[in-house]
């Protein structure tokens, strides 16, 4: 493949967008006709796609999807990846009947933990491990893909993010993102591949989505009629604090992984999958395909106002069109008596720029733009903040609190990242 990173390839279809803005294509070697996967980005993003270039280029692993290379050329930058012609394993659930059997979510289930082994060993956190970044090789083994939100361990250097229904209790708080909060999603899609759900998906609030993983004991709702190995690995998974998850290493050898036999073996592989060589199917990839984005809105204003609408309420939230960074700034408790001086002398109500506490950022690969939640008035800050102390919490996201005006119209690409600190400063009536 090395002749087609560097010498002339095809671009064949789209096959679908990641939640910075890549594009992920296939592409056939003009030479070989082999086929393989291309995330392209445009030229201001090629920071970001260069460092997942390097992570992926120092692994080697049969359960992380390889990376053939990198490049920059004709003002875009491309990584370039192994196909993986089974697609995700949420497009095998979907193509299975809308979930898998419990033999099968076991067999790819060990083969993320192994993978997830793999990195934390060599001090690596994916951060976005779920359904849509779990691909099926050639082979037959499940592979992790996507690591957009991959960061060494114990670094401080990014933002804390992911996906939010996948997100563990301490990463929704925004305190860290280890080795456990990865445990904590291998879980969540253990669910997923079960019941062709993500966990949280009942709910239609991200905000309070969020809230409700972060500070109160809640864990994912575990199907009745898992096998009590499953229930008792999910347990495992889900514990609150990250310090008392067993660690990727430990669960291969629970029964539930252990006991993993009937996946599919690499020498059936081949009568399971299409030839990668011979098939164009864009469903083998992933979900997000070019026909899906007839409904999406060109226009940065009318996104932010499809994003404002009531009606919107990110009802797919688990997908990369909702996901959400959780910035790991300052998380003051409320302060009312301060609140409200500040409020009977003039001064805004909520948090300063220093803290942050009380902003919400629409973020894309080139610039952030604020959404200013300071020039609220009164009755709409404490009608935000009231949110907080309802039961069940109650985190409105609509137009009341967008300010088109205040938000950048750099916003290129089809997917944003919202990044919205939970605990905020305010006045309480």
């Not at 970001?48 to 920059?72: K, M, N, T, W, Y």
């Not at 688990?318 to 009977?344: F, K, P, T």
């Not at 220093?354 to 009755?379: I, K």
């Amino acid at each position: 493949m090395e002749a087609a990173v560097g010498g002339s390839w095809t671009r064949v279809r789209t096959l679908g967008r990641g939640a910075s803005g890549a594009v992920v294509s296939l592409a056939a070697d003009d030479l070989s006709g082999a086929l393989f996967a291309v995330k392209s980005a445009p030229a201001a993003a090629a920071d970001q796609l260069r460092r997942e270039g390097d992570i992926l280029s120092g692994l080697s692993s049969p359960h992380v999807l390889p990376c053939l290379g990198f490049r920059a050329a004709a003002g875009e930058c491309q990584l370039f990846l192994e196909f993986a012609p089974g697609g995700s394993v949420a497009v095998v659930a979907a193509r299975s009947g809308g979930r898998l059997e419990e033999c099968a979510v076991r067999a790819y289930a060990a083969d993320v933990a192994r993978g997830l082994a793999y990195l934390h060993g060599r001090s690596l956190v994916h951060g976005d491990v779920k359904g849509r970044n779990v691909v099926v090789g050639a082979d037959g083994r499940a592979k992790i893909a996507d690591f957009g939100c991959a960061r060494a361990v114990g670094s401080f250097d990014r933002p804390i993010g992911g996906t939010p229904a996948f997100m563990a209790p301490e990463v929704a708080r925004g305190e860290e993102q280890g080795p456990a909060a990865d445990v904590w999603a291998l879980g969540c899609t253990v669910l997923e591949m079960a019941t062709g759900r993500a966990p949280w998906s009942d709910m239609d609030d991200i905000l309070a989505a969020m809230h409700r993983i972060g500070y109160t004991d809640a864990v994912p709702e575990v199907p009745a009629w898992l096998s009590a190995e499953a229930k008792h690995f999910l347990a495992m998974c889900f514990a609150r604090d990250a310090r008392d998850r067993c660690t990727a290493a430990q669960l291969l050898e629970h029964p539930f992984l252990a006991s993993a036999g009937c996946g599919v073996k690499p020498e059936e592989a081949a009568t399971k999958w299409v030839s990668p060589k011979s098939t164009l199917d864009a469903a083998l990839w992933e979900s997000d395909t070019e026909d899906n984005d007839e409904g999406i809105a060109e226009s940065p204003a009318e996104r932010i106002r499809a994003l404002a609408s009531p009606s919107s309420a990110f009802p797919d939230w688990s997908s990369d069109e909702g996901w959400i960074d959780v910035l790991n700034e300052s998380r003051g408790a409320c302060d009312a008596a301060a609140e409200d001086e500040r409020a009977s002398s003039g001064e805004e109500a909520f948090a300063t720029e220093a803290e942050l506490s009380g902003s919400a950022y629409v973020e894309d690969t080139d610039r952030v733009g604020t959404v200013g939640l300071t020039t609220l008035s009164a009755e709409q800050q404490n009608d935000f903040c009231s949110g907080l102390f309802s039961d069940p919490p109650v985190f409105p996201v609509n137009s009341a609190f967008l300010d088109e005006s205040e938000i950048t119209e750099a916003l290129l690409h089809r997917t944003i990242t919202i990044t919205v600190p939970i605990s905020i400063p305010c006045v309480r009536a």
